[in-house]
């Protein structure tokens, strides 16, 4: 192995997709997930091409034993900060325990993570590329997500100031904004709601693509950004969302557009 790469949340949804395309790349992944079982299984996949570390990302030794662990294998060449829980809530009724632990999961382990992975890069004596989770959250607000925006926000300007401070020793920030994607998170929200069949046909909707996205096209988009095809892309929130963020507002297609398609599809 040539190179490694360091994924927190990894062992389901988004952070899995992401696993099995950064080894299929040749990297050597070290992965942080809470999860005992799934760990489990995920390590039992990777076999010698890495390894998973049973911790919470609120753990700072964790963050740092995974990069020991990276570099014990081969030098550190990229850092995911993937791991997210979705809690809901308005401001005005914020329940205190849901707030810090959305502040402290979905955005401090971001901090220190990165933290780490630019230690690490420096202590190398090399760049590297940080790829962070964020979110159309991020750059548009929801009702009902008051904390989950704030937080996606603040991985959006992490991301900006990690670029600029770090740029000049060759270290790459980069984040991805990402739709609706098909993840079992996502499935428990649609679950969870009043009306799940509407929920997820909503959901769609948002999407001028007329579909929920799915954790393998994000895991394409880290890829291309931990990779050198993308050498000269810092500093960037990239949404891949199905052009949801793209227009100000839900509208119809049109008919005769939808008619024609279908024609020739056929």
């Not at 060759?170 to 069949?197: C, F, Y």
């Not at 096209?217 to 050498?231: D, G, K, T």
Request: aromatic share 6%.
């Amino acid at each position: 192995m040539e190179r490694s790469v360091v994924v927190t949340g990894c062992a389901s949804g988004i952070g899995k997709a992401i696993m099995d395309r950064v080894v299929k790349e040749g990297y050597y992944a070290v992965g942080i997930e809470r999860n005992s079982d799934s760990s489990a299984r995920l390590r039992d996949e990777l076999g010698t091409r890495g390894t998973v570390i049973v911790a919470d990302v609120r753990d700072k030794e964790a963050l740092e034993q995974a990069a020991t662990l990276a570099t014990a294998t081969a030098p550190l060449t990229g850092w995911v900060n993937n791991v997210g829980v979705a809690l809901s809530g308005v401001l005005h009724r914020a329940d205190p325990v849901d707030v810090d632990a959305v502040v402290q999961i979905n955005l401090m382990s971001f901090f220190w993570g990165s933290r780490v992975a630019v230690e690490t890069f420096i202590a190398q004596g090399s760049g590297g590329s940080i790829v962070n989770m964020s979110s159309i959250h991020g750059r548009a607000a929801f009702p009902g997500w008051a904390a989950y925006d704030m937080v996606k926000g603040g991985i959006d300007a992490l991301t900006r100031y990690t670029a600029v401070e770090y740029g000049p020793i060759g270290v790459r920030a980069n984040a991805i904004a990402p739709g609706a994607i098909r993840t079992e998170m996502l499935a428990d929200v649609i679950a969870h709601s009043a009306d799940p069949e509407r929920e997820e046909r909503d959901m769609s909707a948002l999407h001028p693509l007329g579909r929920l996205g799915e954790p393998s096209e994000i895991a394409s988009v880290v890829n291309f950004l931990l990779s050198e095809e993308s050498s000269f892309v810092s500093g960037q929130s990239i949404a891949v969302d199905g052009a949801s963020t793209a227009r100000s507002y839900r509208y119809e297609p049109d008919p005769e557009l939808l008619a024609t398609f279908a024609k020739n599809k056929t």
